[in-house]
């Protein structure tokens, strides 16, 4: 009698083992089987970060951001062959900025309120807020656009600037004041020289 005892206590217990090995065994196969599902469209997520309103989520192919209005309505913000950086220029605006090597990249911008999105500036040098105008490079030269109303002529600031393959080499310092002048620092001539010099921003 007491043999068959310990021999059912036995069996009960090498059930319980058997059973407790095969269920860690199914939820490593399952971890796995997951893991190897998501090779070849690996998910690089930037939620929400701070109080920046923006997330973008990438596959092998191409990111693509998302930006979150102040009314809570999400909108499309483009697809880009790597993940942009974003940060608050304004309030109201979002700033999207994306690499293309070193130094170059573009610059867009969404308002928060109406969705409007600019199209894309390279090499932005300032941004005016109050005024909604941006400073970029174009070229051999510094132009100044409205950075949504398309009907307003940019304006091109012309000057000797000193030779360069980048005009962000040429131009070390710019920004807009309060009252709408243009403030930058340039290299002119074959000798380098620092100058600087203001405009008055007035779109025609």
């Given at each position: 009698m007491k043999n068959s005892i310990v021999c059912v206590i036995y069996l009960i217990l090498f059930f319980q083992f058997n059973c407790a090995k095969a269920k860690?065994?199914?939820?490593?196969?399952?971890?796995?089987v997951n893991s190897q599902s998501n090779i070849g469209n690996k998910d690089i997520k930037s939620d929400i970060i701070g109080n920046i309103p923006a997330k973008t989520v990438c596959n092998q192919e191409k990111c693509s951001t998302f930006v979150f209005l102040k009314n809570g309505a999400k909108i499309f913000a483009g697809e880009?062959?790597?993940?942009?950086?974003y940060q608050l220029a304004a309030s109201n605006l979002i700033q999207l900025t994306i690499s293309c090597g070193s130094p170059c990249n573009y610059t867009s911008y969404i308002n928060l309120t109406k969705g409007t999105q600019s199209k894309p500036f390279f090499m932005v040098l300032a941004i005016d807020t109050i005024h909604e105008c941006v400073a970029f490079c174009d070229k051999s030269e510094i132009k100044i656009s409205a950075i949504f109303d398309s009907t307003k002529s940019p304006i091109l600031i012309k000057r000797n600037y000193s030779p360069s393959a980048t005009m962000s080499t040429v131009v070390d310092s710019a920004s807009f004041r309060n009252d709408g002048i243009f403030v930058?620092?340039?290299?002119?001539?074959?000798?380098?020289?620092?100058?600087?010099?203001?405009?008055?921003?007035?779109?025609?």
């Open positions: 860690e065994e199914n939820q490593q196969k399952s971890t796995y880009y062959a790597k993940e942009p950086s930058f620092h340039y290299y002119t001539g074959k000798d380098f020289a620092g100058v600087w010099d203001s405009i008055e921003v007035k779109f025609q």
